[in-house]
């Protein structure tokens, strides 16, 4: 699974801890929703026109998920779905 993060998320997120002066803490700020990464970098290839990418079997096994928990319950922000990024 990946743990994606769009721009403009970014900016909603930064700006909320800059108008909450929320400072000193640690704010993870990423999609609620975590893509496969093969089939969701497949789907992006796919949409440029590109080739197939290829995985190191090693490196999928590696599956850890951020929790974006403490963005939305005291931030109040909220995350685009990472298959929104495909309107490419």
Known sequence: KI???HLEDCTALISSIIEN???GEIVNGCADEHP???KFY???AQALSLG???YNAEEI???KEVSNKKSKDILGISYMNPLQYLDL
Request: proline share 6%.
């Open 3 to 5: 743990n994606l993060v």
């Open 21 to 23: 002066k929320y400072f």
């Open 36 to 38: 496969i990464r093969s």
């Open 42 to 44: 497949t789907k992006v």
């Open 52 to 54: 197939t990418p290829t």
């Open 61 to 63: 096994a590696i599956d």
